[in-house]
């Protein structure tokens, strides 16, 4: 990975963020992408919010985009551009953790902070038979002090490196290599039949289950959208009319006449097409949702705030992939016939 090795703090932050909740190869392509776009804290600094979240488009978790366009900002204009050299300096920084700060701090300075990942936690709790919960606070705080108390001081860098790397390879959550494993013999999980219920964790994923329904309305050859700016999932992104609801509605042809009318003042249209249902998994959600498709005579007094785009500058804007995964569909249909 190209990241690796690398001592400059701004391309380790870059891809310490990317990595965030998202599977190594498939952060690999945006970290160059981003790279090669933005080689430099100051070219990020500068760049417009459009341009950088087209770029994230679909890497998804948006609030560490708007997170690293802040710190970007922050630190080219009230640090004179230069990255922070200390762990305190550095988790002071907004969307930067523990585990991230200690990355940058040992990969780019060589401080002694032990980065403690998913791997690291694992390999911990199996060797030494631990099941100290490591999502809840205590043990956050336990397995932390002691990664820092194992950490070879000598070349912060290599140790903390090599760790991950042997829990990505060898102590793997499911089917780890266990009789490959150097450290067979000390494993208290290996020789007490533990490797498969360590480590634990205390909390059970609730998943929430939204149904979006997004009306696209297209008036004099434009097609309408909006920018999300609630506190909520694709913050900062831009996505058609929604309606939002627990489940599925009825759209029937009547249903959906007196609710463009009552609830939008749209009394000339026609509906050009309604898709299937879309679905997509989110850590904690479950989305699914349809496209209804809607010809305007005009735009209503209710969508004037709304920016009306040909649809061929619509690939200039950064959408969810919900939506573009509908956007695409629909190419792919449209080259077909």
């Not at 979240?53 to 997170?67: M, P, Q, V």
């Not at 609830?263 to 249902?277: D, H, R």
Request: with cysteine; charged share 25%.
């Amino acid at each position: 990975m190209p990241w690796k090795g690398e001592k400059d703090a701004y391309k380790i932050w870059i891809s310490e963020i990317i990595l965030q909740q998202t599977r190594v190869m498939q952060g690999l392509a945006y970290y160059n992408n981003f790279i090669k776009e933005f080689p430099s804290l100051q070219s990020l600094a500068l760049a417009t919010d459009e341009a950088v979240f087209k770029l994230w488009e679909g890497l998804g978790y948006y609030s560490r985009c708007k997170n690293l366009l802040f710190t970007a900002r922050f630190i080219h204009e009230k640090l004179e551009g230069k990255f922070p050299v200390t762990y305190e300096k550095i988790i002071d920084l907004k969307g930067v953790g523990p585990y991230t700060a200690a990355a940058i701090s040992s990969f780019a300075y060589g401080l002694p902070h032990a980065v403690v990942d998913g791997n690291v936690f694992r390999v911990l709790a199996r060797y030494f038979g631990e099941a100290v919960p490591i999502d809840s606070t205590k043990g956050k705080e336990f397995f932390g002090n002691l990664a820092n108390r194992l950490l070879y001081k000598k070349d912060t860098a290599a140790y903390n490196q090599a760790i991950m790397d042997f829990g990505a390879t060898i102590c793997k959550p499911q089917i780890p290599e266990c009789q490959h494993c150097v450290l067979q013999r000390q494993c208290i999980a290996y020789n007490n039949g533990l490797v498969n219920k360590l480590p634990v964790k205390e909390k059970r994923l609730i998943k929430r289950t939204r149904f979006f329904t997004y009306f696209i309305f297209e008036a004099g050859g434009q097609i309408l959208i909006n920018k999300r700016t609630e506190k909520d999932i694709w913050e900062n992104l831009y996505e058609f009319y929604l309606f939002e609801s627990d489940k599925e509605p009825n759209w029937q042809p009547l249903i959906i006449d007196k609710w463009l009318r009552e609830q939008l003042g749209i009394e000339n249209y026609l509906i050009s097409s309604i898709s299937t249902i879309y679905k997509q998994q989110l850590t904690h959600q479950n989305l699914q949702g349809r496209f209804i498709e809607v010809r305007l005579q005009a735009v209503p007094l209710s969508l004037r705030h709304f920016t009306a785009l040909k649809t061929e500058d619509l690939s200039v804007y950064a959408f969810p992939k919900f939506i573009n995964q509908y956007l695409l569909d629909k190419r792919s249909s449209a080259n077909m016939s």
